[in-house]
């Protein structure tokens, strides 16, 4: 089973830069923050030992900020609804809206852009360690 712990944050949180999700492998999941939500669609063992595979819904609430953070493994990511920058360390900055898609690099920080007037969901996929948290503040 996966626990989640979510730590969201408004927009006036995100200029400390402090907000990320963390999901391990074992434990119960706790109540998701507000302004942040997870929901696990899938989830298997593999492409190699001791990783994991995530598809999983994300939705961020109109004016909420995903602060900086890291994954231990590659997330893929496709735009439902909204639109939001995606600054990526080592990289320009991307607007993306829905229909596009995106992938962060392993261990790279990342984060929303701006806060977005509207909600903004999307489907990622994690490929990442089993034993290492989802995501790490960065």
Do not use: N, W
């Amino acid at each position: 089973m996966i626990s989640r712990r979510i730590f969201a944050s408004c927009a006036i949180c995100a200029v400390t830069g402090f907000a990320a999700t963390e999901v391990s492998a074992q434990g119960a999941p706790p109540a998701a923050a507000t302004g942040i939500t997870r929901k696990v669609l899938s989830q298997t063992d593999g492409p190699a030992p001791g990783y994991v595979t995530i598809i999983a819904e994300v939705e961020i609430a109109p004016g909420v900020v995903a602060g900086r953070h890291t994954h231990p493994g590659i997330e893929t990511g496709y735009v439902l609804e909204g639109s939001f920058d995606l600054p990526i360390a080592g990289r320009p900055t991307v607007t993306l809206k829905p229909g596009d898609a995106f992938q962060v690099p392993p261990e790279t920080a990342h984060a929303g852009g701006p806060a977005s007037p509207s909600k903004i969901r999307l489907i990622s996929t994690f490929v990442v360690e089993k034993a290492k948290p989802l995501a790490t503040p960065a």
